[in-house]
Antibody, heavy 115, light 112 residues
């Protein structure tokens, strides 16, 4: 069974950084790119970017290029997203999503930015 | 960036009713290889999005056949033939033909 298990909720102070993980199981981690998607409270879905775990190559939406850093560790089948210089605009749920048709999704991680 | 416009934003339906959701793109989603990377997802309350349709009209694994997708170029439709209670939630279209990938604004399906 394919699973994307994400880490737990995070609280970050304004100006700090947080790093969220997404552990993949049930498929070959390097077969598909890992996408990250943001959902602000009560809002729709925004694509942040993807990482190819095999080559480490990445692609980001322009608005997230200075906000998010995507990495992947093939030894542990885990993808990461680091969000930097946190502001209230970063308060949201972050999903990882993979698969040939972006058909595998993690459960989401709530990030709250609060002083 | 490609803008996907979904209509309606809210849809009220009774159980058993057939409904359709439109997704219109600001530019063609047909790529140079002849593929159209248009997807449909359902997000039930408090859950992650679930794939319904990929490549315009292909049913995702385990998705009931009351769901169907159609369209081409810039105009796409998701149809539910006989709404069931478990279909309630927010539907999103997504395109992955052009970077950055983009989502439609969502269509909330609720019970009338």
């Amino acid at each position: 069974e394919v699973q994307l298990q994400q880490s737990g909720p995070e609280v970050g102070r304004p100006g700090s950084s947080v790093k969220i993980s997404c552990k993949a199981s049930g498929y070959t981690f390097t077969d598909y790119v890992m996408n990250w998607v943001k959902q602000s409270p009560g809002q729709g879905l925004e694509w942040i970017g993807w990482i190819d775990p095999e080559y480490g190559s990445t692609d980001y939406a322009e608005k997230f290029k200075k906000k998010a850093t995507l990495t992947a560790d093939t030894s542990s089948n885990t993808a990461y997203i680091q969000l930097s210089s946190l502001t209230s605009e970063d308060t949201a749920t972050y999903f990882c999503a993979s698969g040939n048709w972006v058909d595998y999704w993690g459960q989401g991680v709530m990030v709250t930015v609060s002083s | 960036d490609v803008v996907l416009t979904q209509t309606p934003s809210t849809l009220s339906a009774t159980i058993g009713q057939s409904v359709s959701i439109s997704c219109r793109s600001s530019q063609s989603l047909l790529d140079s290889a002849g593929n159209t990377y248009l997807y449909w997802y359902l997000q039930r309350p408090g859950q992650s999005p679930q794939l319904l349709i990929y490549l315009v009209s292909n049913l995702g694994s385990g998705v009931p056949n009351r769901f169907s997708g159609s369209g081409s170029g810039t105009d796409f439709t998701l149809k539910i033939s006989g709404v069931e209670a478990e279909d309630l939630g927010v539907y999103y279209c997504m395109q992955a033909t052009h970077a950055p990938w983009t989502f439609g604004g969502g269509t909330k399906l609720e019970l009338k």
